[in-house]
Every structure is written in C-alpha cells, then in structure tokens.
C-alpha cells in the first residue's frame, strides 16, 4: 500500500475543503479525494452566500456580489420587496470562489487529487485502506455530496428526501435589477420550492428546484418570466444541477473513524435548502475535532464525536419542508399574496437572523403584521413593499425594478 495519511476526506467542495484545511492547519497529514477533474469544473450550485457565512470564508471582494433585498413574484408576477437593513446576501463568482478554497487548502498543506473518485475502503485494525487509490488513512470523512458513496460504503445515514435543482448561467442578461435576489413562486414550474434569477458579480444565473422526483420544467418558467426581463442578447454559458437533500440530518453520521459531513450529512436547512453556510461552518469544527482526537481509539473517538458534533435536526423546519410539498395551487397563493400576514411572514423566512422558529422571530411577525415597526436596539426584523407586476420597459428606467 501506498502512502498513509492522518485523514482522507472524499469531495472537495465547501464541506471537504473547509474540514481539510482545518485538519492540516493542525499538523495532521490529509487527503482529498475528488471526481472532478479541477476546482472550477462540474460545479452543482448557485453558490448564494447568505450573510453569516461570510465569517466563514475568506475571499477577495471582487468574486462576491452584495445584494440587500429579495423581491418576491406571486405566480400572477405581482411582487413584493423584502430587506432587512444591516443584512445581505451574497451571490458569488462560483468557479472562483471553488478555486480560492482549493488554493487555500494547499497552501496549508493538503494534498488534493483531482480526478479520483472514491469508490470503496477497507476498515482494518488500525487504519482504513482505499484500495483504488494505494493508500491508507486513519479517518475518513465523507463530504461528497447529497448521495454520499461513503455513507453506503461504511453503512452510515443517507439522506432520503430531496428536491432537483436545475440552472442556466446566462452573459448579457440585462434589466436584472442587481439590488434584489429575484425569487418566483410558481406551483406548476417549481412545485415545492422556488424560481430565482440571481445578479451575480460575473453572470446572471436562472434556475429553480422542485420536488424529487418530479419534473423541472426550467424552460417554461423561462417562458414566464422573460417579459421581465430582456434576454435579447442572452448568451447561455453554464448549466449547473443536481439533487438537494431537504429531510434533515442523516440518521447516523460516525461510525469507528468514518464520519459524515455537509450535504452528505443532510446538513441543509430543508425549508430554504441552502447548505453553504454550514458546511462552511461545520467542515472546521470537524477536522479541529479530529485534530484533538487524533490518537483516540476508534471507539473513543466515535462517541466523542457523536457527543460534539452538533448537526443541526431541523425539527420545525422540516415540518415546514411538508408545507412546502404541498404547496396551495397558483391561484390560491395569488389570493394570499394580498395578505400582510403572507408577507410578513415571507420576510421572516427570508431575512430572520434568529431563526424562524426563535421568540424573537414571532414578536417580529406579531409586529408586522399589527404594522408595527421594530424597536431600534433589536436586530432587523425588515421592511417590507410592494409592487405591481414589472414589465421589461420598465427596467431601464429603474422605476419599479
Ligand atoms: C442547483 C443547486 C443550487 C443550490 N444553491 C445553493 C445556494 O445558492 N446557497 C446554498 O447555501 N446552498 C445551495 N445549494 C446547496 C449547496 O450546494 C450544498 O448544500 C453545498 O454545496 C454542500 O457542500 P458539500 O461540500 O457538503 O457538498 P457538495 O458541494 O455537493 O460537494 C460534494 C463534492 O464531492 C464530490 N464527490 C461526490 N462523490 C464523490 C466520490 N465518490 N469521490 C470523490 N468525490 C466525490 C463532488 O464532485 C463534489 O465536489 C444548492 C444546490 C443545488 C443542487
């Protein structure tokens, strides 16, 4: 056998990279492992940043594109504009944010091997042999994605429920007001989650997740939306998809020194699906965790981690992810969308920086919905305000949009 590395992590992407270079600025000696070919190619993601996970990375200015609100289409195309003053979202210039991270972590030392999927691993006495790839490790963490081959290989949790995610990345899209993430609820072409356009630093990227299985109808939610906004000389780029895992954490996440982290570990919040910023903040705590139990016992280290390592449940938010599912038809959210409680009640989603189920967050709702503005010593709760449906010719002129 090969060389014999501390730790092997499979799939570098937010998850892997964040863990591995933990790990290798701790001294250990790690491995990654990746099926794609480079950092920049085979990305599955629109790489929205949302602002607490900005802590989380480091990256120059250029590659991050700041955006303050949301404006909300009912299906009808009607909107409403959401924001929360001291909080942003960030859209990213994603090929070269993957590449920062990867050079990051070489720079302290990690060892990353592009191209070389991980298929299987033996666990021995003391260590855990990758027969493919002619080496051998003492931990082994499984950060490659929603369908994670470690977690089957090792018996470990899978996620079970999950939506399709489907986008064009497009150049010289124009009359896409950049102030705004553009999200579009529509039962017939995103059943189950949402639409976006997304103003993004270096391309305007349109997509939408629905359901899985089902299908992901990206060409007519083109067909709905390109009276907003002027596609004449669109030049379509990049297609990017994949399945997101939105029925929460994974049942079991360690087992002796194989552990389970980000999408493989269900670690997206089911309600919005995003999993950037956990993965992000959780990929660390892991490889510091495994730098302090470097030399445990198999067992040792198997209890300590299912002990420290807080994965967060998403109890409420997937009782949420049911609403979803069974969202009401176009026609009735069109009805709804006239209500203040509805609104409201989408600005918590979007813009609570509590969380949503949090007390805070519903005397913010109590408060809005009686119209009353939030105290000025307490986080941002929001302002919300409307708009009738905008039209392209309008987007020059910056009126509405
Ligand atoms: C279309 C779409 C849009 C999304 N938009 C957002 C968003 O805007 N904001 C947000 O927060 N979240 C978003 N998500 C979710 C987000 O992408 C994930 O939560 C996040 O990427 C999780 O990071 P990760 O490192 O755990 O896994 P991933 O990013 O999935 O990375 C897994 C890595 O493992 C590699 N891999 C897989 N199998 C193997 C193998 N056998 N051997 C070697 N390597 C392997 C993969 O190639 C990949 O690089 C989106 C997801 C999709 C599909």
């Given amino acids: ?58 990256l120059p200015p250029d590659v991050l594109g700041k955006i303050e609100g949301v404006r ?91 939506l399709t995610g489907l986008e064009y990345e497009f150049e010289g899209l124009e009359g896409v007001d950049a102030g705004f993430l553009h999200v579009f609820i529509d039962a017939e072409s995103a059943p189950g989650y949402i639409g976006w356009v997304v103003p993004g630093p270096r391309v305007a990227q349109v997509g939408l997740a ?21 596609f004449s000389a669109a030049r379509r780029i990049e297609t990017r998809g994949g399945v997101i895992p939105v029925g929460g954490r994974v049942g079991r996440i360690v087992r002796d020194r194989v552990v389970l982290l980000g999408d493989a570990a269900g670690t997206v919040s089911p309600l919005t699906a995003g999993g950037i910023h956990r993965a992000l903040e959780l990929g660390p705590i892991l490889g ?65 920086q509590q969380g949503l189920f949090s007390r805070d967050a519903w005397r913010d709702l109590r408060r809005l919905f009686a119209g009353t503005p939030p105290q000025s010593n307490e986080k941002p709760s929001g302002q919300v305000s409307c708009g009738s449906k905008p039209s392209r010719s309008r987007a020059g002129a910056g009126s509405a949009r």
């Avoid at 998403?314 to 979803?324: F, G, I, N, Q, V």
């Fill in 1 to 58: 056998m090969g060389k014999d590395f501390d730790v092997t992590v499979v799939g570098a992407s937010f998850a892997g990279l964040a863990c591995a270079r933990a790990a290798a600025e701790r001294g250990l000696d790690v491995l990654v492992l990746e099926s794609r070919r480079a950092p920049t190619i085979g990305l599955r993601t629109t790489g929205i940043l949302v602002q607490e996970a900005i802590a989380h990375i480091d």
């Fill in 72 to 162: 909300l289409y009912a299906p009808s195309l009607e909107f409403v504009d959401l924001a929360a003053p001291g909080y942003a979202f960030y859209a990213t210039d994603l090929p070269r944010v993957m590449h920062e991270q990867a050079a990051d972590a070489v720079r302290s030392g990690v060892e990353i091997r592009w191209g070389t999927p991980f298929r299987s691993a033996i666990a021995e006495a003391e260590r855990i042999a990758i027969p493919t790839n002619a080496t051998t490790t003492r931990f082994l963490v499984g950060a490659d994605g929603a369908q994670s081959r470690v977690a089957r290989s090792f018996g470990l949790g899978t996620n079970r429920r999950f």
């Fill in 210 to 230: 629905s359901r899985h299985p089902g299908k992901v109808d990206l060409e007519g939610f083109l067909r709905r939306i390109e009276g907003l906004f002027d």
């Fill in 288 to 352: 510091e965790l495994i730098a302090d139990c470097v030399a445990l016992s198999a067992a040792d280290f198997e209890s300590r981690a299912e002990r420290e390592l807080r994965y967060p449940r998403y109890r409420a938010k997937r009782l949420l992810r049911l609403l979803a599912d069974h969202q009401p038809s176009n026609a009735m959210v069109d009805r709804l969308f006239g209500f203040d409680l509805f609104r409201a009640f989408a600005q918590l989603v979007f813009f609570h």
